[in-house]
Antibody, heavy 123, light 112 residues
Framework: EVQLVLSGAEVKKPGDSLKISCKGS????????IAWVRQKPGKGLEWMGI????????RYSPSFQGQVTISVDKSISTAYLQWSSLKASDTAMYYC????????????????WGQGTLVTVSS | QSMLTQPPSVSGAPGQRVTISCTGS?????????VHWYQQLPGTAPKLLIY???NRPSGVPDRFSGSKSGTSASLAIMGLQAEDEADYYC????????????FGGGTKLTVL
């Protein structure tokens, strides 16, 4: 069974930096992309970006390009989502999920999800 | 504004059938890309419910079904149960400049 385990909740101030993690359990971690998804309080899901642990190929949603950095350390089966300067508007639940699909990226859906990391940014 | 439009809420009594629509455009559903559905119970992560328009992952009851036609898709839930009360999201691929994978805004299902 695939498991994605996210790091714990964070409370930060505007301007702080932050890096949250998503650790995969499967031995084939490097074979599948990992995606990050944001959910603001009471709102819907937003795809942020994906990374391939095998070669670190990374793609960002235009809405998040330049706002966050996605990285991976395949030696420990862990993907990361990083901010250099948080804003109050970054307050949200963040999920990592595994995209998969028979048609490649145009047919991707997210079959496994981590439990979520709540990031709260407040002065 | 989501690229996939869902009704904010639907409701139904136990045992009834409800449907949730997901309306897209020529750059996503209308372009032929598959639609997938997720169920998010309160306080939990989303769970894959339907993939590739009408396929259920192992463990999802056959009370849940999906369909797609033109620029829209639908999720149907038959024999509504109290535990179905959740938020439901559709998702597809979009080939415009706005992004790759897009979600609907979500629909809150209330079991009366």
């Amino acid at each position: 069974e695939v498991q994605l385990v996210l790091s714990g909740a964070e409370v930060k101030k505007p301007g702080d930096s932050l890096k949250i993690s998503c650790k995969g359990s499967e031995h084939s971690f490097t074979s599948h992309w990992i995606a990050w998804v944001r959910q603001k309080p009471g709102k819907g899901l937003e795809w942020m970006g994906i990374i391939h642990p095998g070669d670190s190929d990374t793609r960002y949603s235009p809405s998040f390009q330049g706002q966050v950095t996605i990285s991976v350390d395949k030696s420990i089966s862990t993907a990361y989502l990083q901010w250099s300067s948080l804003k109050a508007s970054d307050t949200a639940m963040y999920y990592c999920a595994r995209p998969i699909g028979r048609l490649g990226e145009v047919g991707y859906y997210f079959d496994y999800w981590g439990q979520g990391t709540l990031v709260t940014v407040s002065s | 504004q989501s690229m996939l439009t869902q009704p904010p809420s639907v409701s139904g009594a136990p045992g009834q059938r409800v449907t949730i629509s997901c309306t897209g455009s020529s750059s996503n559903i209308g372009a032929g890309y598959d639609v997938h559905w997720y169920q998010q119970l309160p306080g939990t992560a989303p769970k894959l419910l339907i993939y590739d328009n009408n396929n259920r992952p192992s463990g999802v009851p056959d009370r849940f079904s999906g369909s797609k036609s033109g620029t829209s898709a639908s999720l149907a839930i038959m024999g509504l149960q109290a535990e179905d009360e959740a938020d439901y999201y559709c998702q597809s691929y979009d080939n415009s400049l706005s992004g790759h994978w897009v979600f609907g805004g979500g629909t809150k299902l209330t079991v009366l």
